[in-house]
């Protein structure tokens, strides 16, 4: 049979277009090779994949599959060894390492069998619970890991109510980001099902509700798919984000004022040393009339905190390994510590916030971008891209 080639780009248009979708956060997007000598009796298109892709795909999950695995595997393994020294620190990153090993189990592991199979072929029940872990995993990380910056905020800025801190409040806390995470997730039953695909005879796969010909669509036209990808962005990555950056924020500011704090009481504490110094020669003048038979005795000078003890008798004399200068600090170790301290807060909230922007916000955006500009998925660029907004999903 023979059809021209506008009747084909139709025809693969068509099929392109009811195969996006919003809310499927990982869903295998396909490359497509069409050819004349692909058309079948019937006029329909066979479909195939570009192999040298596909090959490149499974590598790329393969590796972060095993990277993800072995790190957290080590670190879970670390903090067991270490449990007699374990702090709720360790608990929240336990769990953190947790969450990561599920993204990789549910999120990746399925999606590279995936990618090796083609088609989904495990059901209409598989491909439910596929499509709510799949998720799960990124959600999880991500009230994990607000509940570890809760905890740190508590710790720093009200040292007062950390002394009453339980391990059961620990514990509660990561009940709550489990319990949320789930319910975030949700939705996935409801969407996605083990269907066939329209204009394909007897292909099935796992896909969104979105075929209104056959009377099992999901999202109302044109609002719903928009809700869909704008409540999956607010909750997974707005919201989390939104937290860190008030907690991390307070943190780091109740640092740097403690900092100052310290800073202002050691000026304040060398200026009554500097004034201790100077009575202390006056009296070492005053006392040139004692009987010269007895400076030769020892004279000791023991320094105790902001207290002087003299032994021996005789002529007073201070002697100080160093002066009185600029650089001289009793306290320095507490000073340099919270230096130290604050340099490294700054830090991890840095590192923390930056990461969560990077491996979050491309996706979130394209999603939003796909689904709030009415000719977005008709330009080259989300034809272009949409594959690697894919993978930086799975990464994620």
Known sequence: MNVSMDQLNALLRHSLHNQDTAANLSEPITSWVINKDNMSANGSVAVKRDEKLVILEITILSVIFILIVFGNCCVLVAIQLHKSKANRMYYFLQHLSISDTITALFNV??????????????????????????????????????????DRYQVICNPLSNCGWTPSRSKLMIKIAWIVSLMCCSPQLYIFSYQEIPGNPGVYDCWVNKYPKVKISTFPKPWGERIYVTWYAISVFIIPFMILTVTHYHICREIWLNLHKKRKSFRLNKNRDNVSMKAMKQNELDSDSVNSSQTNSANVLVSVGKSFRFKGRGKLEVSLDKDFGDDFSPRTHSIHGLSRAKIKTVKITVVVILCYIMCSTPFICVQLWAYWVPTAQQSHIWNDYRELNRKSTTII
């Open 109 to 150: 592991l399925p999606q590279l069998i995936w990618e090796i199979t083609y088609r989904f072929n495990g059901g209409n029940v598989l491909c439910k619970v596929i499509k709510y872990l799949q998720i799960f995993g990124p959600y999880l990380s991500s009230y994990v890991l607000v509940m570890t910056a809760i």
